[in-house]
């Protein structure tokens, strides 16, 4: 299982920015995907999360501002961001469990700053 995160960067408060994760070695679409991240300091949480059908679920510090969405085509999940803030720094992981095991990609920084 490869997961390949990309899209991260710097960027000011109040901007955007959209994370892609490309997955091989699953069978993509019938795998839940997420997005998890890590501030300094702090313990990696759940950012937003997509199930195989396309329901979502949201940190509520992101409720509003942040879109997960899959493209089963692409073996693709992506994370749009938007409104993002300070407090939005962090490594962001992209995610998915198969029978217990939880796989992660390698990570990509994302910094909100001016």
């Known amino acids: 299982v490869q997961l390949q995160a990309s899209g991260g960067g710097l960027v000011q408060p109040g901007g955007s920015l959209r994370l892609s994760c490309a997955a091989s070695?699953?069978?993509?679409?019938?795998?839940?995907m997420a997005w998890y991240r890590q501030a300094p300091g702090k313990q990696r949480e759940l950012v937003a999360l997509?199930?195989?059908?396309?329901?979502?679920n949201y940190a509520d510090s992101v409720k509003g501002r942040f879109t997960i969405s899959r493209d089963n085509a692409r073996n693709t999940v992506y994370l749009q961001m938007n409104s993002l803030k300070p407090e939005d720094t962090a490594v962001y992981y992209c995610?998915?469990?198969?029978?217990?095991?939880?796989?992660w990609g390698q990570g990509t920084l994302v910094t909100v700053s001016s």
């Open positions: 997509v199930t195989s059908t396309g329901s979502t």
């Open positions: 070695g699953i069978i993509f679409s019938i795998n839940a």
């Open positions: 995610n998915t469990k198969i029978r217990l095991i939880n796989y």
